[in-house]
């Protein structure tokens, strides 16, 4: 197996396994009243009328929690217990990865082939998609559910197949950008590495990681829903709620190796000791399996495979959330410490993740270090509303907005920026840090939302437009995609320009800076040719960045 440089968390994780425990691991025991305080943090979801979470915790292995809260079926008045099994959602991903790593280690294939040589289905681009790509998400493979999402049939609107995913992927002229050079979170890759895993294997993917991975670690309750209408007992129906009302939100789809991991709590936690008994794979897989992604300038992301390398409260973390329909994960172990946490939920209003993190922090609260408040700077006011504005986003061209508020910056969504320094600002708590760029007179240019796991997330700024009716008029008319195998009808209504798309879908737009809109499609903006002419449509977003409508009509 090929593997490049080592990433700087490899050497620490390398440093925990061989080095005495003594020397290194933070022991930790469960405190007296850890399943009181656990009891506290699901109270909410802790209900005969509400869907709820299952969680579990365990210490160098030995079992500390295992507890359900909430129902598991609304309609049959079926609690939560902790044999209920959810759907995973993205914690899924890992198993994918460790299905390919342990192919990779029996030497049946490369982490660095060019997908192409097992998948021939996927475009040429001219510069290869490596498998290592896919599970690193620097493939620049869009996102196959938004690009069927922008066609009119999202996920859940109809029964997708793996087959479904490759017809998709093959239909794609273009990628978000060159293999290698970005991060950007797509499921594709990791759908592809399942069909992948089917033809090198010569097994379906289900059988090879049932035989492979699931058996020898007795998790016995575990399955891929590659086939959504099969009976699975003990299973949890998935919920949206949106105020009072509770609606039922199920994955009706067969697509899988991206999410459609079926299991339990008690199964998620044997998984992730064998982070520590290499029991599957070896040394050399879990090795792997933690190696973090590089891309093509040298940098090193936080993601590896199918997992996430992050640091939590000066703590290191292995971690991955997920969801699908209305289902919520969180998977998360602290090497160092020896504690794995899992929290499955079948609402779409719970936060696995920070669930999650409440539940790590009743268990690591004696070894959390402990950090000064960082003070916050004082910016004049002058320096704040020299920062207002519209910025857009040099992927995907969305906009963000900047305002000052009661003496405060504020990003629209997202919450107060609050300031570090003159140009360097947090957003809320635990968000992104935003960093403010100048030129040379001191007139603010940009904003970068920098994240653990993506540091080059630019934003430049921009003027707001305000088109006139004329202006207006001149983008009307049919603009059509086969990639995303769809034709929309843009119409002048009332002085706003809206989309139409089959079957009755109504999508206003509201401008932005010249010739851009947002939507709940996302960004969109009219390309013109040399004569000023509108000749295209572009509709960019977060896993699509620049999909190209040409216009008919």
Known sequence: MTRGAASPFLTIFAFVLTLAPAAVAQKISPPPDARGSVDKIFTR?????????????????????????????????????????FEAGSVSKQFTAAAVLLLAGQGKLSLDDPVRKYIPEVPDYGTP?????????????????????????????????????????????????????????????????AILVSRVSGKPFAEFTREAIFTPLEMSSTQWRDDFQRIVRNRAIAYTQNGGSIRMEMPFENAHGNGGLLTTAGDLLRWNQNF?????????????????????D?????????????????????????????????????????????????VSTANATELGHQVAEVYLNGVIPHHAQEKPAMIAASALNAKAGLYRSVRDHETLSVGVKDGQL?????????????????????????????????????????????????????????????????????????????????????????IHRRPDTKIPLTPTYKDGFSSSLGSVRFMRDSAGRVTELSIGQQRVWDMRFRRVQ
């Not at 520590?276 to 093509?296: C, D, P, T």
């Not at 971690?319 to 410490?337: D, F, I, K, M, V």
């Not at 300031?419 to 603010?444: H, I, Q």
């Not at 240019?445 to 921009?462: P, Q, S």
Request: charged letters at 20%.
């Open 45 to 85: 979801l802790n209900r005969t009328d509400s869907p709820g979470c299952t969680v579990g915790a365990a210490i160098d292995g030995a079992t500390v929690l295992n507890a359900g809260y909430g129902m598991a079926d609304l309609e049959h008045s079926l609690a939560i217990v902790p044999e209920t099994i």
């Open 129 to 193: 998609i490596t498998i290592r790509h896919m599970i690193n998400h620097t493939s620049g493979l869009r996102d196959w559910g938004s690009v069927a999402a922008i066609g009119g049939w999202p996920r859940t609107t109809r029964a997708y197949t793996n087959t479904h995913v490759l017809e998709i992927v093959s239909r794609q002229r273009a990628l978000n950008y060159t293999p290698g050079a970005e991060y950007s979170y797509s499921n594709t890759g990791f759908n592809l590495s």
């Open 276 to 296: 520590s008994q290499f029991k599957v794979g070896g040394r050399s897989m879990i090795e792997a399996e933690h190696q973090q992604g590089r891309l093509n």
């Open 298 to 346: 040298g940098r090193t992301i936080a993601y590896a495979a199918g997992l996430m390398v992050l640091t939590w409260k000066g703590l290191h973390e292995v971690s991955h959330s997920g969801a699908t329909a209305g289902y919520r994960a969180w998977l998360g172990r602290y090497p160092e410490q020896g504690l794995s946490v899992a929290v499955l939920c079948n």
């Open 410 to 498: 504020q990003l629209d969504r997202r919450g107060v920026l609050k300031p570090v320094s003159a140009n360097v600002f947090t957003v809320g708590d635990d968000g992104p840090r935003a960093e403010f760029d100048n030129d040379v007179s001191g007139k603010v240019t940009r904003l970068r939302l920098a994240t653990e796991v993506d540091e080059g997330n630019y934003y430049e700024r921009v003027d707001r437009a305000n088109p006139s009716r004329a202006e207006l008029q001149g983008m009307v008319g049919e603009y059509a995609s086969d990639e995303a195998e769809v034709t929309l009808k843009v119409a002048l209504e009332q002085d706003q320009l809206v």
